[in-house]
C-alpha cells in the first residue's frame, strides 16, 4: 500500500521554519542544506523539490520573517495618528524586533555588506518595496512638518536612511555600554535622543 503523501504547503512550511532556525543560529554561509532536510525530516531530494537551492531557500526564509514583521508592525501602530508618535513606535519596534528576532540581528552581525543580502536586496521586487517604503516615509515626515509636529528644516530625503541606519548600533550594543547599563535602556536613549533631533521646537522654548 502506498503511503500517503505530505501535503507539498505542509512540508515547505516546515522545511521554512527550520531553515529560518538554522540561518539564525549559524548565519548564511555556516548553514548546512542536509542539516535542515535531517531536522525537517525530509529528503535532501524533497528540499530541492521546494526550493532549487540555498539561495532561494534563504530568500524565502527572508521573505517570511519580513511579511511576519510587517503583520507585527502594522499591529503595533494600529490606531496611531500623530506623525510623531508613530515615528517614536516604529523605531521603539525596530529595537524590540532586533533583540527578539535572532535570525535579523545575525544577518546584521554576520557580514551585513555580505553578496547574498545585495541581491535579495537588489530584487526587483525589493527595490520596489524599499522605493514605496521610503516614499511612504517621506510622505509621513511632510505630513509632520505641514502639522507643526517636526522640525520645518528637516531634508525629508535624508532622514529616512539616517533613521534607517539607527539599527546598526544594536549590533554594537555592549561593546558602546560596556554592561555599565541595561540594553533595553540605552536603545530607549537612542530613540529619545532620535525624536529630539525631530520634534519641532515647543512655543516656549521658540519663545
Same mark, same amino acid.
Not at 103 to 126: G, N, Q, S, V
Given at each position: 500500500?502506498? $503511503?500517503?503523501?505530505? $501535503?507539498?504547503d505542509?512540508?515547505? %512550511? +516546515?522545511?521554512? #521554519?527550520?531553515?529560518? +532556525?538554522?540561518?539564525? &543560529?549559524h *548565519? @548564511?554561509? +555556516?548553514?548546512?542544506?542536509?542539516?535542515?532536510a535531517?531536522?525537517?525530516?525530509? %529528503?535532501?531530494?524533497?528540499? @530541492?523539490?521546494?526550493?532549487?537551492?540555498?539561495?532561494?531557500?534563504f530568500?524565502? =526564509?527572508?521573505d517570511? =520573517?519580513?511579511?511576519?514583521? *510587517?503583520?507585527?508592525?502594522?499591529?503595533?501602530?494600529?490606531?496611531?495618528?500623530?506623525?510623531?508618535?508613530?515615528? &517614536?513606535?516604529?523605531?521603539?519596534?525596530?529595537f524590540?524586533?532586533?533583540?527578539?528576532? $535572532?535570525?535579523?540581528?545575525?544577518?546584521?552581525?554576520?557580514?551585513?555588506?555580505?553578496?547574498?543580502?545585495?541581491? @535579495?536586496?537588489?530584487l526587483?521586487?525589493?527595490?520596489?518595496?524599499?522605493?514605496?517604503g521610503?516614499?511612504?516615509? +517621506?510622505?509621513?515626515?511632510?505630513?509632520?512638518?505641514?502639522?507643526g509636529?517636526?522640525?520645518?528644516?528637516?531634508? =525629508?530625503?535624508?532622514? $529616512?536612511?539616517?533613521?534607517?541606519?539607527?539599527?546598526?548600533?544594536?549590533?554594537?550594543?555592549?561593546?558602546?555600554?560596556? *554592561?555599565?547599563?541595561?540594553?533595553?535602556? @540605552?536603545? #530607549?536613549?537612542? =530613540?529619545?535622543?532620535?525624536?529630539?533631533?525631530?520634534? %519641532?521646537?515647543?512655543?516656549?522654548?521658540?519663545?
Amino acid at each position: 500500500m502506498t $503511503p500517503p503523501t505530505e $501535503p507539498t504547503d505542509t512540508r515547505r %512550511a +516546515r522545511i521554512l #521554519a527550520v531553515a529560518r +532556525r538554522h540561518f539564525g &543560529r549559524h *548565519g @548564511y554561509r +555556516r548553514t548546512v542544506l542536509d542539516e535542515i532536510a535531517g531536522e525537517a525530516g525530509c %529528503a535532501k531530494g524533497s528540499l @530541492y523539490l521546494e526550493f532549487p537551492g540555498k539561495k532561494e531557500l534563504f530568500f524565502a =526564509v527572508l521573505d517570511d =520573517v519580513n511579511a511576519e514583521v *510587517g503583520r507585527r508592525f502594522m499591529d503595533a501602530l494600529a490606531g496611531v495618528t500623530s506623525p510623531a508618535a508613530w515615528l &517614536r513606535t516604529g523605531l521603539e519596534f525596530t529595537f524590540e524586533t532586533l533583540e527578539r528576532e $535572532p535570525l535579523l540581528a545575525r544577518l546584521l552581525a554576520d557580514e551585513p555588506d555580505m553578496p547574498i543580502l545585495r541581491e @535579495y536586496a537588489a530584487l526587483e521586487r525589493k527595490r520596489a518595496d524599499a522605493a514605496a517604503g521610503v516614499q511612504r516615509f +517621506r510622505d509621513l515626515l511632510r505630513q509632520g512638518i505641514a502639522c507643526g509636529e517636526l522640525r520645518p528644516d528637516l531634508d =525629508v530625503d535624508v532622514v $529616512p536612511f539616517v533613521l534607517a541606519g539607527l539599527k546598526f548600533l544594536h549590533l554594537h550594543a555592549d561593546l558602546i555600554t560596556a *554592561g555599565l547599563i541595561d540594553r533595553r535602556r @540605552y536603545f #530607549a536613549g537612542l =530613540v529619545d535622543l532620535a525624536m529630539a533631533a525631530l520634534l %519641532a521646537p515647543s512655543k516656549e522654548s521658540a519663545s
